[in-house]
């Protein structure tokens, strides 16, 4: 019986030295990385900023995220079925938007259709500010702007914004 004992606890320690001497698979490096809170479909969501086609819109999320916002000319020359859209308030209720205004809007979470992490910059205006009221998807802004409560512009900017944190996942 105590030699069983001994055999069990030399095959033990054994396995223990074996496994300190295998060399451990190397781990991809982590980053911490401000995010921006949005919403998609009606969902808070969680995304990063990290480049932009335009140099003024880059400098701009670097100073709001505190983190480098790399300005990349050629993401303006992605082919636009190849973007989906984020929706910037310019006015309106006050927050933690971009240009200080509602939370942004996302269109084509992932796990839908559409989804890329290259976005449109839609602006949407309200066209009597003192109405306006805090939006949660694109479809909804969509129907502001049928209304006319809304209107949207396109200036052109394509901005890479990954979700990290959406209904259903992270990364």
Not at 18 to 39: E, R
Not at 150 to 157: H, Q
Request: aromatic share 8%; net charge negative.
């Amino acid at each position: 019986m105590v030699k069983k004992w001994i055999l069990v606890l030399l095959v033990l320690i054994t396995a223990s030295v074996l496994v300190t001497c295998v060399p451990k698979q190397k781990m991809g490096a982590t980053a911490i990385m401000p995010v921006g809170k949005a919403y998609a479909e009606g969902q808070e969501i969680y995304f990063m900023h990290t480049e932009a086609s335009d140099p003024d819109i880059a400098e701009l999320l670097t100073k709001m995220m505190d983190s480098p916002v790399l300005y990349v000319p050629s993401l303006a020359e992605v082919p636009a079925d190849a973007l989906a859209n984020v929706y910037v308030f310019t006015n309106g209720l006050k927050g933690m938007g971009p240009l200080g205004f509602a939370a942004d809007v996302f269109d084509n979470p992932p796990g839908t259709d559409g989804y890329t992490p290259l976005r449109r910059l839609m602006l949407v205006t309200w066209t009597n500010p003192a109405s306006a009221r805090e939006l949660k998807s694109a479809t909804e802004v969509l129907d502001a702007a049928a209304t006319g409560a809304v209107t949207l512009e396109e200036p052109g900017v394509v901005i890479n914004m990954p979700f990290v944190v959406w209904n259903g996942g992270k990364r």
